[in-house]
């Protein structure tokens, strides 16, 4: 069984090395020889040795020549009109595999067993079946005779239905009964069909008319029709607009499913989401509905999500009900201040007065438009933030943090009125100030949070991260979540990373022998966790992440140390080096 003993035949048939051929002849040689003689023509058309040099080696390139064989022996079968011998060569190869190991092995035998199980042998014949069969071009019946003349309005579409939905929704003009197409899901089928538009009319499916029926029955006929499905539509006045792939990112700041969604008008067409994904809205045409494809989802069609203005007028209307039901904010409110969790009560931040903050949904969180950012070395570094709740790890892990790199991280050093001990430096422990100047302080909005104990005032300032940054360090905070949307800015650029406690068994496990600061007792002393704080952790992440998940940009979960903060360093690492999703504003300024 000799294979290349084939292809040098059939090479040998056009291959010529007859290079004596002049212009006159050139009209009858196949590309492949004129490829040949060019390399010859070179001295007389061409003056520079340096152009004749890159010319000779380029005509001489292998691949070059092999491309040019190729389209002409692909020509060469064109113009034959092949038509296939067989169209099931997989199964004949199959057979003939069959019957062969049945006989005596010898050594042809084998190399033709070799040859038809070889992968490749295999997607040839897989590829000329498909071919043969054309099965990739499906089979239209011919379009009916009994066309009215008259209705020279009227277009006959047909669409061959596969398994994916037709991309289109309808609606029923409840008046004059008409059913006309309410819009085209971009990148859809039908949208790639380009043939039916926004405000056509739909007259017929499959013959059956359907001015008489509702939106569902239609959908009913589609859902049972197989192979081609055929349109008769009066095609409406507007057109839509060129589709231009708008390049809008929202960060999705709620959950959505459209299964659970009264409003939506058609579920199928929905896409589903979840809180912080990153959307590429693709129109906006409809004020209630955007039409919009998860990012990096690049193929597929474009589902539809509520608009902005829609989401936000349900928020509004959902957070009226809870503040009307709500007569005056919960006592037991909890929150736990991790800075001063001695004495809890007389923790404050700037904004903490605010009554708002205690209800963020009040800001109705939709959607955020966001860009990708990626920090030039030149730049400051993003400041980091680090949420969680009381006992999780933070603490640890951002000391870990610092000792693993102490060059490249670092923390602030907060303010205090209280008496510098004497062990104490003023600006390595604390920044020593005095009572009034730090009343001052907090009227002027200097500190993100501050608190007060035995007497004396504790607190972070602003310019505390500041003079970290400009050090270019990249400045580890832990804050409480109330304060990251003031801290959300074009100057800091947080990146949020929200340190969640794992399952209650877990935590038993992993957090027997250790202790924390619970802040239940004055004397601070650390104890181990009992079952309560356990609860209580995990209620309090719970919590933070339904009120502020939208806000996080990496959740990890604290269940091993090591692992938790090997993730940790990954992330901050890919923060400084890979493009991130930012909200827009923060690239233009
Ligand atoms: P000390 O006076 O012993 O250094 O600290 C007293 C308390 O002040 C400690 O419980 C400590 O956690 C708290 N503290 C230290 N820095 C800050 C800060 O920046 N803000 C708040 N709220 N408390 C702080």
Not at 199 to 222: A, F, R, S
Not at 300 to 311: D, E, N, T, V
Not at 409 to 416: I, K
Request: neutral net charge; contains cysteine; charged residues 25%.
């Amino acid at each position: 069984m000799n294979t290349t003993h084939l292809l040098l035949s059939a090479n040998s048939r056009h291959h010529s090395n007859d290079t004596s051929g002049n212009c006159s002849t050139i009209p009858a040689m196949s590309l492949y020889e004129l490829l040949s003689v060019l390399p010859s023509q070179l001295q007389t058309h061409v003056d520079s040795a340096d152009d004749r040099t890159f010319l000779h080696a380029m005509f001489r390139e292998r691949s070059l020549h092999s491309l040019i064989k190729i389209h002409e022996r692909l020509q060469q079968y064109e113009e034959c009109c092949p038509t296939p011998v067989l169209d099931r060569a997989t199964s004949l190869a199959q057979g003939v595999s069959r019957e062969l190991q049945a006989t005596s092995l010898n050594a042809e035998v084998k190399e033709l067993l070799k040859l038809l199980s070889n992968p490749y042998m295999e997607s040839l014949l897989s590829v000329h079946d498909t071919v043969a069969q054309k099965t990739y071009e499906p089979q239209l019946p011919p379009l009916p005779d009994d066309i009215d003349d008259d209705e020279d309005s009227v277009k006959i579409i047909r669409l061959v239905k596969s398994k994916e939905p037709l991309g289109a929704t309808i609606k029923r003009d409840e008046h004059t009964g008409a059913v006309t197409i309410a819009r085209i899901l971009r990148g859809g089928a039908a949208d790639r069909s380009g043939l039916i538009h926004v405000g056509d009319e739909l007259k017929e499916v499959n013959g059956i008319p359907v001015d008489d029926k509702q939106p569902e029955d239609i959908i009913h006929i589609l859902a049972q029709s197989q192979g081609a499905i055929t349109f008769k539509v009066v095609p409406g006045m507007q057109q839509e607009s060129p589709a231009k792939e708008p390049k809008m990112y929202v960060r999705a700041l709620f959950d959505y499913n459209p299964e659970e969604d009264k409003a939506i008008p058609c579920k199928e067409a929905g896409l589903a989401f979840r809180k912080g994904d990153i959307l590429q809205v693709m129109c906006q045409d409809d004020v209630t509905w955007w039409q919009a494809k998860h990012d990096g989802h690049t193929s597929g069609r474009a589902g539809l999500i509520p608009s902005k203005h829609f989401q936000e007028s349900v928020l509004q209307l959902s957070f009226s009900l809870i503040v009307s039901l709500l007569f005056s904010p919960p006592a037991s409110f909890r929150r736990s201040f991790r800075l001063s969790r001695r004495d809890r009560k007389t923790n404050k931040s700037m904004y903490e007065c605010k009554k708002s903050d205690r209800y963020d949904t009040a800001d109705v969180a939709t959607y955020e438009e966001v860009t990708t950012y990626r920090r030039a070395p030149t730049e400051k570094h993003r400041l980091v933030l680090l949420v969680g709740p009381t006992g999780v790890g933070l603490n640890e892990l951002k000391k870990k943090l610092l000792i693993s790199d102490p060059q490249h991280f670092s923390v602030t050093v907060p303010h205090t009125s209280r008496q510098k001990r004497n062990q104490e430096s003023d600006g390595v422990e604390y920044h020593f100030i005095s009572k009034h100047l730090f009343e001052a302080d907090i009227q002027n909005n200097k500190f993100i949070e501050y608190g007060e104990f035995k007497g004396n005032y504790y607190g972070t300032s602003l310019d505390s991260i500041r003079s970290v940054l400009a050090k270019n360090k990249v400045c580890l905070l832990d804050v409480q979540p109330h304060t990251l949307k003031h801290l959300r800015t074009v100057e800091f650029k947080p990146y949020v990373v929200f340190l969640k406690p794992p399952p209650v068994e877990h935590l038993r496990e992993t957090r027997k022998n250790a202790k924390f600061l619970s802040g239940k007792d004055d004397k601070g002393s650390a104890k181990p966790f009992t079952e309560e704080d356990f609860m209580e952790m995990i209620n309090t992440a719970q919590q933070m992440e339904n009120q502020y998940g939208h806000l996080f940009d990496k959740v990890i979960v604290n269940d091993d140390l090591s692992a938790a903060f090997s993730a940790l360093k990954v992330t901050l690492r890919k923060v400084e080096l890979e493009a991130q999703w930012v909200p827009v504003g923060w690239t233009h300024s």
